[in-house]
């Protein structure tokens, strides 16, 4: 799992397999050939719903295709702390 930053524990007698961790909030990092977006506060200044989601569409492929399963990034504004996005 080299494109994660952190990972979970696995528990093999159950079935249950470590899950790869990426926090960065402008796309996948430590590999190549990836997209660097715009920043969350950045294109939430922009009031563009469309753009707020097609970036958060775009993101959550490319951090699925790079094999990590759980994306730790900002929140809408209006809330406290970090999303946990699951994409496994």
């Not at 494109?3 to 926090?23: A, H, M």
């Not at 809408?76 to 946990?84: H, I």
């Given at each position: 799992?080299?494109?994660?930053?952190?990972?979970?524990?696995?528990?093999?007698?159950?079935?249950?397999?470590?899950?790869?961790?990426?926090?960065?909030?402008?796309?996948?990092?430590?590999?190549?050939?990836?997209?660097?977006?715009?920043?969350?506060?950045?294109?939430?200044?922009?009031?563009?719903?469309?753009?707020?989601?097609?970036?958060?569409?775009?993101?959550?492929?490319?951090?699925?295709g790079?094999?990590?399963?759980?994306?730790?990034?900002?929140?809408?504004p209006?809330?406290?702390?970090?999303?946990?996005?699951?994409?496994?």
């Amino acid at each position: 799992m080299a494109n994660c930053v952190g990972n979970t524990g696995s528990v093999p007698r159950l079935g249950i397999r470590s899950l790869c961790l990426q926090d960065s909030p402008t796309g996948v990092r430590l590999t190549d050939y990836n997209t660097a977006f715009m920043a969350g506060v950045t294109i939430a200044s922009t009031w563009d719903k469309g753009a707020l989601y097609t970036r958060g569409y775009n993101m959550g492929k490319e951090f699925k295709g790079k094999g990590v399963n759980i994306g730790l990034w900002e929140k809408a504004p209006r809330q406290e702390g970090s999303v946990l996005t699951y994409m496994a």
